[in-house]
């Protein structure tokens, strides 16, 4: 019994070191298959694959005919078009308000009327004018009073008849008399009257407080916000006039366009009113930050006008042409198409041979792509028939797998 025993335990132990052995290679040959199997080439990763080609039969070069664009590296020219509001140009509106306290006695000029600069366009009655206008003659007889008190005792003085301090305080109390004089002066001058109207006012006995405002620039009357009779405080508007001689064009562009545009590039300008060409300008200035409404960058647009084609108000259609600062690579979108979320392009590498290539695009200006990776000048690629050569790379990878 003990015999049989140890029998079976030495052909156990004579066994087991075969079937360790056995169970390691299949295991080994299980990891190496694994291995092997890998993914399919469909689902690989492409930037690790080798470059799909598509290589065309004489059939289906002669059904597809596919037309070919070179890649040059270039300075690029753009149209961009935008929107556009027109408004009053600084310099060429004016608002009138009322410089004093009073009550309005005289329109002469309606809303529409041309105006010239300097035309009175309305006057009012003020308290505080006429108070101006009898300060203004009391220094003016003060003037008068000293200067001849000094004459006569400088002509004192050259006969050694009165001291020299008296001399000095006459010569004082001149200076300030005219001191007062050109204070009295400046005060008229900011309510807008004129030096003619300011002489006139020593040869008259009666102060008349009666004060002419007068147009700041010549222009239409656009806008009258005062009537007969009424009192106004000082400092409100009374009137609008604008000059259509120059207006200022606001075009809207997004900020990625933005980055193209200079001061300085041409701009076309049309209205659906005109039946002309379109009016030619150039951007004036840029304002740096965007536009609170509508986040878009506003450029400056000053148009001369003759016949006065657009009022503020009007909503216009701009054209800016203008080019890319460096020489930059650019494709046709026609050309582009994408892989899941990775733009593509068909390389023409021999007539019959097209290569997929992966490209970096920056950005997207008139139907072109900007590309600043992927591409070479002088590669040729397709512009036509993408999506056929896409579906032939497409069934080329299933069917290796």
Known sequence: MKNGKVLVLLV??????GLVIS?????????????ATGVPPSLADPSAAAPIRVVLTGQQMS???????????????????????VFAAQNHIGIVSAPVDGRIISLPVQEGQRVR????????????????VAEYLQAAAEVDLQSNQL?????LQEKRINAEMDVEKTRADHTRAVASLNASYAKLKTLGVSDSE?????????????????????????????????????????????????????????????????????????????????????????????????????????LSQ???????????RTEITTRSPVAVLTVSMDAVTYDHNDPIVFVCLASDTYEMRKIRIREIVNGFAVVTAG?????????????????????KLISEE
């Open 306 to 316: 003759k016949n006065a084609v657009l009022k503020p108000g009007d909503n216009v």
């Open 63 to 85: 059904e597809l005919k596919i037309p070919l664009q070179t890649v040059a590296s270039q300075v690029s020219q753009y149209t961009l078009s935008a929107p556009g509001t």
């Open 23 to 35: 169970g390691c290679g299949n295991k080994k040959d299980k990891t190496s298959e694994k291995a």
């Open 198 to 302: 300011i002489d006139g006012l020593k040869s008259t006995d009666r102060i008349n407080p009666r004060l002419k405002i007068h147009a700041p620039i010549s222009g239409v009357i656009d806008s009258h916000k005062v009537d007969l009779g009424q009192a106004i405080p000082a400092n409100d508007p009374m009137a609008t006039i604008i000059s259509l001689d120059q207006v200022l064009v606001k075009a809207y562009i997004s900020p990625e366009d933005g980055t193209l545009v200079r001061t300085g590039d041409s701009v076309r300008i049309s209205h659906r009113l005109i039946n002309e060409e379109p009016l030619r300008a150039v951007i004036s200035t840029i304002n740096p930050g965007l536009d609170e409404n509508n986040r878009s960058v506003i450029l400056n647009i000053l």
């Open 375 to 395: 591409l070479n000048p002088g590669e040729n690629v397709a512009v036509g028939q993408v999506f056929s050569l896409k579906a032939l790379s497409r069934f």
């Open 12 to 17: 156990t132990i004579a066994i087991l070191p």
């Open 151 to 155: 004459a006569r005792m400088e002509k």
């Open 117 to 132: 600069k300097g035309q009175v366009i309305l006057e009012m009655e003020s308290l505080v004018y006429g108070t101006l």
